[in-house]
Each structure stands twice: as C-alpha cells, then as structure tokens.
C-alpha cells in the first residue's frame, strides 16, 4: 500500500493488481492509507478475499461497500499527524534494531574468519613455544608448561588419520577411491601446524537428495526443503510429507541422520545446518548431505563452512543464471584450513561461546522488532476508534 505523488500531466499506470482509492473532496488521503493499512481493516478485509492460495486478491465489492470510521476533515488531520508523530518515533527505534542486527551479522562473520585463521584462540605451535620457554626459565604456569616436552599432533597428522579412516570405513559403491589433495598453490600462508584439506577428504561421504520429485502425502516422514533451514536450524513446524515406502526406498546415503551436516546448494545456497535429531526425514534435491566418519572434525567443519572464506569459494564455483546452483564436484573440492585437533576444540568452544551472546542479543532484537509491529497496530486501533487524541463529534459515514 502506498500514496502515489501528483504525476506530471496526471499521468500513471499500474498493475490490475491494485486498487486505486481516490479520496473525495475533504478527506485526507493519509487517513484513508492509514485506516486500510491496519490490522483490524485487514483482518476484515481477508475475510472477503477471493482466488487459489498465492493469488489471493480484495474484491472491489468489498472496498466499494466498507465502512470507514470518519471524523471531519480538522480532525483527521490531528490523527494523521498524531499517528505520523508516533510512528516517527517508532521508525528510530526501528532503524537503531535493526543497525544492531546488522552490527551483530557482521560480528558472526568476523568471528567465523578469525577461527579459520588461526587468530580467535593461541594456536597449539603458540602455547607450545610458550611451554618451552616456561621450562627454560624453570617457571610452571599450568596448561603452557605442561605442552612442554611433549610431541603435538599437527593439523597434517591429523589429516592422515582423518584420510585413514576413510579408507578403513569406505561404504560407498566401487572400488576406494583417494579423494584428490588440495591445489595449495595459489593459497594464502597458514599458522603452524595448520594445513589445508578439501571437503572431500574430511568426511566419508558427500550426496544429495533425491533427484526424483517425491510424491507428496498428508502425513508420513517430513521434507525438508530450504526454507525449513534458513535459520540455520532445521523447522519442523511447517514441512511437506512423503510416503514411508518412498522413504525407505532411498539410498542410504540420501537419508539424514543424526551427526550429518546439511548444506544447501541452490538458491540461497550455503546455509550449513547441522543434524542434531533422531527424527527420520527426506530432503530436496537442492540441499548436499555431508556425513562423517569417526575421525571427522564436524564440528569445526560446521563452523568453517558457515564462514565467508568457504562462502565465497562456494559464489565462485556456482553456475546459473537466474538461481545460482554450487554443484557437488565443486563442492567436494572446497578447501578448508585443517588446525590440530586440540586447537579445533579450542576455537569451536570460543566459537560458540561468543555466538551464543550474540544469539541472545539477536533473540532479544527479534522481540524488540515484533513488539515495535505490535505498538504500530496499536497507535492505528486506537486512532480509529477515537482514543489517539481528544475529538469533538463522532462522525461514520460510507465512503
């Protein structure tokens, strides 16, 4: 809904999708978008709608035969400008919400980078230099001295583990087949004992749903489709269903379980969420299935395909036009910086301790931002019904 501005010439188009409510002479224009654009006219209005679900559209009819609370013209000014004052207000607040949920995007990001770069916690070359030097000086400060002396498992041993219980583990169909190493040329410098791996190498193997569309029951297993993982959580509330005996028709391998990580591949392409249920359910075809072995760093892994270093390797790869698609070869072979185990469990404890602030403080945003919605419904109810500001006359007339 909007006011449209006096046009040159009078002149203007607009789609069958509109209707045009040209006020008579002595009634305010704002008044009337005010008036259709709260929730009590809106709710009524649904009511009368016509047409299939997506389509659905107000009658004239019903626009022409409504009832619209009106005062005289002095009047509707006063509420106009009193909403306007009030909404003024709110819109600041509005503006300031959402300045801190961007602020807090950018903070998510900035924390993801640092993890992938060696830099939001003491690496384990760091801490073990720390020890040496601690056992030199005959000082033991704890967790530094005691790294001294002892052989730590870098980020490359930890790949051979990794790889080796790939191989050991190896389900898939054919022959075993060594996923192929990174292509570390043209790659930045990493910290000590840090090295980099392809997707491919870090989990046993990589799929996703079911290319066939599925048929769709009333009840049965859930389908997830993208928008039920947009929040980087998987929503049951709202899913389509499948049938059992579709569901146990799959290959293995495209039925999430528990410890999958799921990473969505077209559209709004690299959401990773991770599978924290037993709940039995089916995917589209646009989301990847990432399942792990033992040995695999998921919940590093979790994190590092969140950050926009993995992100924008993934922008590079995808193909399309109208909606980008990354595709499974591309994704296999996404690099990943690789630190030592004990680091990778640093960084993920770190990791989630300062988004889980930052997910209180978005929850709270959130609130604010609905209850923000909530007082602009309840300025507009009480400006129609003669409460915003003291009156004179009541006046109804059809409009």
Known sequence: MAIVPKLKNDLGFGSTEFHVLRPREGIDARYIYYYVSSKNFRGEAERYMTGAVGQRRVT?????????????????????AEIEKQFSRLDEAVTNLKRVKANLKRYKAAVLKAAVEGRLVETEAELAAQGRASAAEGRTPGAAARRQGRDLETGEHLLQRILETRRSQWQGKGKYKEPAPPDTSDLPELPEGWVWATVEQLIAHLTDGDHQPPPQTDQGIPFIVIGNVR????????????????????DPNRQPKQGDLLYTLVGSYGIPVRVTTEKRFSIQRHMAILRPHENSPMDYLTFAMASNYVFRQATAIATGTAQKTVPLAGLRQ?????????????????????????????????????????????????????????????????V
């Open 60 to 80: 004239t009819p019903y626009l022409k035969e409504c009832e619209i609370p009106l005062p005289p013209p002095e009047q509707q000014k006063r509420i106009v």
């Open 231 to 250: 929040s980087g959580k998987i929503d049951f509330s709202n899913t389509r269903h499948v049938a059992e005996d579709y569901y146990q028709s799959l």
């Open 334 to 398: 996404i690099v990943i910086p690789l630190p030592p185990l004990a680091e990778q469990h640093r960084i993920v404890a770190e990791v989630d301790r300062r988004l889980s602030l930052t997910r209180e403080i978005e929850a709270q945003v959130e609130a604010n931002l609905k209850r923000a919605e909530r007082l602009r419904q309840s300025i507009l109810s009480k400006a129609f019904s003669g409460q915003l500001i003291l009156r004179n006359t009541d006046k109804k007339e059809k």
